[in-house]
Structures are given as structure tokens and as C-alpha cells.
């Protein structure tokens, strides 16, 4: 029962303040050298050697640069007036376009940190002058800026994938449909609660400023072919066949580049506070990702996993009750943990088990994305509503956050009972495009 002992001891440390990374590694080393002996850093040195030598993780930087030049592109601006041309007569039809602008922008960038921020402060003035309810526009905003978990391209997505053993390929083009259903969940529930309640989210009245329907098509197609073409370069690449996610992310990385340059956005400056945040967020999910492969290289070898097999034995849930149960962990760790720890603990763990019983794991990655969506709107942790607080005014409160996040949660947990009861949404694209069976 040694194997399971690490476990407390990690969530200890995690709970006394100690950075993830650091309390991985600091398990890692003290059970491996416990266990093993000087033998022990024979195998740390071959993990550190399998992570360093993972090309499939260069498109991790790639994202991510992609991401922070695409916050400054001036992209943002152009969609924000686009869409709400177009939606802002409907009920709720603000908080509509931001759900919008958000699955665009999540579609161009992969970051979801920055897809939250840009639109946040994009979104939130013009919401707030037109006297709508603080707690929806807290929920559109934090669920709408999460969908980079569920919208390809997805850095999330770039770390499962090596993890759980899945083509990040597949995994992108496999959450096309799951992303599109919970978008659109986002949309019909705001249409709905808003013309229910008609002081929630209040249409705009007719203006005199009402562009023609010729000049409203000519600023969408100009606001929209950017990020298309960017949304082509990455996802078509990926999907015709024609790139590798890593290839497909150094095409989204020099688009973004190209894109700074065509709204004249460009400078040294930007171009180096970009290579700094690429810098400081990859050196972040490098170490994590590291320490997480010790951790379980650990676990492994000190008989975890067969421990963990008898325990499922004995509690002999059957095979769905087994994925109840690891989706349920996920669900409680997202209160306190960050996705990537979450997929970093659990993933190789719960890996091998639904492999055995026979799950597609395709299938299993897939409920584990929308879990890890969930976790980003899941107080206490909640990165959604962090992110939110920090560029929110100080009369929307924490509390209105926290009730106007419980609708979308509920939302999530509907799409995750969908994927569950029909697994092709999931298998069946790339199945098509790419071969995957």
C-alpha cells in the first residue's frame, strides 16, 4: 500500500501552499528513493529524457505564442463590432455575441486565459450600460472565455494527448461536435432566460447608426476572414491530412505574426512581451508536465496500479461504474487543482483501467475535456472567474460570479451526459477525415 500513501502526502503539500510542480517532484523523489534506492535516478534521468524528446509537445510554445500575439492583433476589436451588428437586436443579444466572439476567438487561439481577458474587456462596458443582470453577464463571460477547453485548437488538448496516448489529431477534430453542442447550449440558454426575463438581458433599441445590410456584410466579412483563415490554417491543416498539430501550430504561430502586421499592430515590443508570456507559460507546463511523469513513473513502479486494480476489484463497480467513479474524482479535483495537474495525477492512472474494459479512449478523453471544462467554473479554484475578477469593476461581486456560472456548469454536465449516451459525436469525424479506426 505504499504506492497509495503518495497520494495524501502530495495533497497535503498542495494544500500547505506548495507550488504543484514542486510537491510532485518532492513525492517523486522521496518515495522513488525510499522504494529504489540510488536506482531511482536512473529512471527520473530517462523521464526527464522521454518529456525533452516528446516533439509532438513543441506545439505547446507554438499555441501559446500564437495565442499572445493574437491577444494584440486587433482581431478582437473588428469581431466585437461584427458580431454584435448581427445579434444585438435579439434578447440577451450582447451577452449572445460575446458567446460568439468567444467560440471564434477560442477557434483562432487555443489559450483560453486569453480569449477571457480580450473579450472580458471588450464585453463587459457595453453589457454594463445597457443595464444588463451582473450574473449573467459574470457567466457568459467565464463560460463562454472557457470554451478553449472544448474548441480546437487547444493547448489542453496538445498536453492530453501524449498522456492519455491519443493522436492530438484525432482529439482535435473529436471535439468539433461536443464544442459546437455546448456553444450552442450557451446561445439557447441565454435566448431562452432572457426573453423570460426581459430585465436579465435587455434588447437594444433600433438606431439611427444602423449600418445597411450591404455595409453590415462588408465589416463581417472583413472582421471574420482573419481568424477564418487562421482557424484554416490550423484546424484545415490538421484536418485534410496535409500537417501534423505541430506543423499545424507553427503555421497558427506565423499567421498570428502575419496578423499583427496586416492591422499594423506590429512592433519589437509586442513581438517580445509575446516571446516572454510564450517563455514564462511553456517553462510552467514543461516543469508541471515533468514532475506529473515522475509522479506517476513512481507510482507505477512501486505496484499503484495493481494496488488500484484490486481496489476496483473489490469495490467491483462494473465498467461503467468505474468511469462514474473517474469522472466523479475529476469533478471534486477540479475544486482545488488546475486542469494540468488534474490530467497529470489522474490521466495515467485511470488510462490503463479504461483500455482494459474495452472504452475507446478517444471516447473517455473526450468526457475528461468536458470534466476539466466544468473545472474551470467550479469554485473554490475557478480559473474562469480569477481571470474574470481580475479585469471586472468593482460592483460586480464575487457572489454574482459564482450564481451566474451554476447555469452553464449545469449546461456541461448536460453535454457530458450527451457524449456519454452517444459516443460517435465523439468518434465518427475522425473517423471520416482522418482515418481514425
Known sequence: MDALVMFPVL???????????????????????????????????QKVEEVASNFVLAAVPLFVF??????????????????????????????????VMCIIFAASTGVIGATETVVGLLAIPPMMRFKYRNSLISGTICAGGSLGTIIPPSVVVVVLGPIADVSIGDLMVGMI??????????????????????????????GEDDPPL???????????????????????????????????????????????LLYRRFTFGLFWEALLKTLTITSMI??????????????????????????????NLGPW???????????????????????????????????????????FSMLILI?????????PMAPAIFYLRGIAPPEMTLQQMYRGVIPFILLQVVVLAVVMIFPELVTWLPDQLLGFK
Not at 66 to 78: D, Q, T, V, W
Not at 233 to 251: C, D, F, N, Q
Open 11 to 45: 495533497f497535503l503539500l498542495i494544500f500547505l501552499g506548495f507550488p504543484v510542480a514542486f510537491a510532485l517532484m518532492s513525492v517523486a523523489f522521496v518515495f522513488g528513493v525510499m522504494m529504489f534506492d540510488m536506482a531511482a535516478f536512473f529512471q527520473f534521468t
Open 66 to 99: 500564437m495565442g499572445a500575439m493574437l491577444e494584440r492583433s486587433g482581431i478582437a476589436e473588428s469581431l466585437f463590432s461584427a458580431v454584435h451588428l448581427w445579434t444585438r437586436r435579439l434578447p440577451g443579444g450582447l451577452a449572445v455575441g460575446t458567446v
Open 177 to 206: 461536435f461536443p464544442g459546437l453542442i455546448l456553444s450552442g447550449l450557451y446561445i439557447a440558454y441565454i435566448l431562452i432566460y432572457c426573453l423570460i426575463d426581459k430585465e436579465a438581458g435587455p434588447r437594444m433599441p433600433a
Open 214 to 260: 450591404a455595409e453590415k456584410l462588408l465589416i463581417t466579412v472583413k472582421a471574420l476572414l482573419p481568424p477564418a483563415l487562421m482557424i484554416v490554417a490550423v484546424l484545415g491543416s490538421i484536418m485534410a491530412g496535409i500537417a501534423a498539430p505541430t506543423e499545424a501550430a507553427a503555421l497558427g504561430a506565423l499567421g498570428s505574426i502575419l496578423l499583427t
Open 286 to 315: 514543461m516543469l508541471i508536465l515533468l514532475a506529473g511523469s515522475l509522479f506517476t513513473g513512481v507510482f507505477a513502479a512501486t505496484g499503484g496500479m495493481a494496488v488500484m486494480r484490486d481496489l476496483l476489484e473489490a469495490v
Open 321 to 363: 461504474g468505474m468511469i462514474f467513479l473517474f469522472l466523479g474524482l475529476v469533478f471534486i479535483a477540479g475544486f482545488f487543482l488546475e486542469w494540468i495537474s488534474i490530467l497529470l495525477i489522474f490521466v495515467p492512472l485511470f488510462m490503463p483501467f479504461v483500455n482494459a474494459a474495452g472504452f475507446d479512449p478517444l471516447w
Open 371 to 379: 470534466m476539466i471544462q466544468t473545472s474551470y467554473l467550479t469554485p
